[in-house]
């Protein structure tokens, strides 16, 4: 079963310089899609949000900026971040105006500094505690979290070959129930083959991931649950 397998991730990146024009066969053949699915409790969350200040005075509006972001990589170090696990972007300064309806022009009302911020903090438990700690020294555009697994990678590539094989039996099944023989693979990608729909027997499936987070810290809150990896197969099969 490996040697198949392995076989087919080999052909798989074969088929995938085929032209558009020739994607489909002019001649019998079986499309079908293949799903791997795998679920795992995450163990990492991608905190995402940004340090924004205004200000009529742009060197003002600078340092509060730049005060912050010390805070907010201080509160990380304290929660035991590693320096990889902190992302923050360079300050992006915009003009603000605003239109005076009674002199009909734009009147400044200040300079917008911002500075976007990523955290992957691997300590789940301590999730709710970090955020409002974020809150707490001035943090007021919270973007959400991700949650993911660390050896996502591996799992990716896992989901891959649970695809590969489940496209290869539905081809199968469709021949033994069409009663015809199943013919050579003709071509298999990892995005879907123009021309028509694929046969699948699981249909489609969603990575889930969570959209908000808390502001207060109240235990039991926040439960990280599992997340779904899954990866699509759509390949084409001659009928002999």
């Known amino acids: 079963m490996r040697y198949l397998l392995r076989n087919t991730i080999i052909l798989l990146g074969c088929m995938s310089f085929f032209t558009a024009a020739a994607s489909l ?8 899609q293949g799903t791997g699915k795998i679920t795992v409790v995450p163990d990492t969350a991608k905190i995402s949000f940004s340090i924004t200040t205004r200000d009529k005075d742009l060197i003002k509006a600078k340092k509060e900026a730049d005060t912050l972001s010390a805070k907010v990589i201080k509160i990380a170090k304290d929660y035991r971040l590693d320096k990889k696990d902190i992302s923050a972007s360079e300050l992006y300064i915009q003009r603000e ?22 955290l992957y903090l691997k300590d789940l438990e301590r999730y709710s505690h970090l955020v409002q700690s974020l809150v707490n020294a001035g943090v007021t555009e919270m973007h959400g979290v991700q949650l993911i697994a660390s050896n996502m990678e591996a799992l990716n590539k896992k989901a891959s070959l649970l695809a590969i094989a489940d496209a290869k039996q ?20 990892k995005e879907p083959i123009q021309g028509e729909a694929p046969y699948s027997s699981r249909g489609m499936m969603e990575m889930a991931s969570l959209k908000s987070a808390p502001a207060n810290v109240v235990d039991g809150a926040f439960e990280a649950g599992s997340i779904d990896v899954v990866q699509h197969i759509y390949a084409v099969y001659l009928i002999d």
Not at 25 to 30: A, I, Q, T, Y
Not at 177 to 188: C, M, S, W
Request: hydrophobic fraction near 35%; proline fraction near 4%.
């Open 170 to 189: 539905s081809a199968k099944d469709l021949a033994k129930g069409f009663e015809v023989n199943l013919g050579q693979l003709y071509r298999a990608s």
């Open 97 to 118: 105006t605003q239109y005076d309806n009674i002199t009909r022009k734009q009147v400044f009302i200040g300079h917008k500094v911002t500075r976007s911020v990523q």
């Open 25 to 32: 066969p002019n001649v019998p053949h079986f499309y079908v």
